[in-house]
Nanobody, 122 residues
């Protein structure tokens, strides 16, 4: 059973960079054909796919983030991370990490972390 757990700060100031880490157990971030993504849900809104890192380290991002996002991985720790720069209050959301295919559709992802609340406020 694959399990994912997000970790990171719950509060970020405007203009700062958010750093979140997802720790994976029961599976490997290097396993062929799987991808590991970040998805968020702002309050009162739907789920939004942010980006993904594939089993071979390729990365793809949502165009809406306008190059603010960077996803990386540490295979020795079986973790992958999201950095989101120039945070604004509009980035306030519950952030999820998830396993899926190489897809920008959040509903294609089959295993999800429980989510972590991130609030952007001074």
């Amino acid at each position: 059973q694959v399990q994912l757990q997000e970790s990171g700060p719950g509060l970020v100031k405007p203009s700062q960079t958010l750093s979140l880490t997802c720790t994976v157990s029961g599976g490997s971030v290097s396993t062929s054909y799987y991808a590991w993504g970040w998805i968020r849900q702002p309050p009162g809104k739907g789920l939004e796919w942010l980006g993904v890192i594939t089993y071979d380290g390729s990365t793809y991002y949502s165009h809406s983030l306008k190059s603010r996002a960077a996803i990386s991985r540490d295979t020795s720790k079986n973790q992958f991370s999201l950095q989101l720069s120039s945070m604004t209050p509009e980035d306030t959301a519950v952030y999820f990490c998830a396993r899926g295919p190489e897809s920008d559709r959040y509903y294609d992802y089959d295993y999800w972390g429980q989510g972590t609340q991130v609030t952007v406020s001074s």
